[in-house]
């Protein structure tokens, strides 16, 4: 359920501090990378090992697109880190993604994607976020002050 409230700046900020310092965050392994296909060739590639150990499946009007594991040849500028964000089930998380997007644009001066997905028996709303390998350390340092501000400020 989306969670329709108006609130000032200042409010959201303090709120989405508290869903960072809620949410659970789990670094994915390795680096990730996206593969293209035809929408024809869905049924075929969905028992491949690419369709298998993809995260996400997505497509717009003439190819799927799977956010995959990267191989050894993937080029560094098509790597990504992957975090899985999980979120407390009680804390509204609305407008999360363009707040924290717009910190690591700040701050990094990177974009990331998102990809969101939803588990009920683990608080609702999760988002896989891809950020670059080129600042994922920095990213995830970023990730955990700002965990760290939200726990301060309750």
Known sequence: MMDVTPESPEQTRKRLLRVMAHARVDLLPGGYTFVEFPLAQFPAHLVTNTACEALAL???????????????????????????????????NSGFVGWLASEFKQQLGTGVFVICGHHAADGGVFDYWGIPESVAQQAVSLIHAMQARGRGAE
């Open 58 to 92: 997505v497509r717009d009007h003439a190819v799927w697109s799977a956010l995959v594991p990267a191989s050894a040849s993937t080029k560094a500028e098509d790597r990504y880190v992957v975090a899985c964000l999980h979120f407390a089930p009680d804390i509204p």
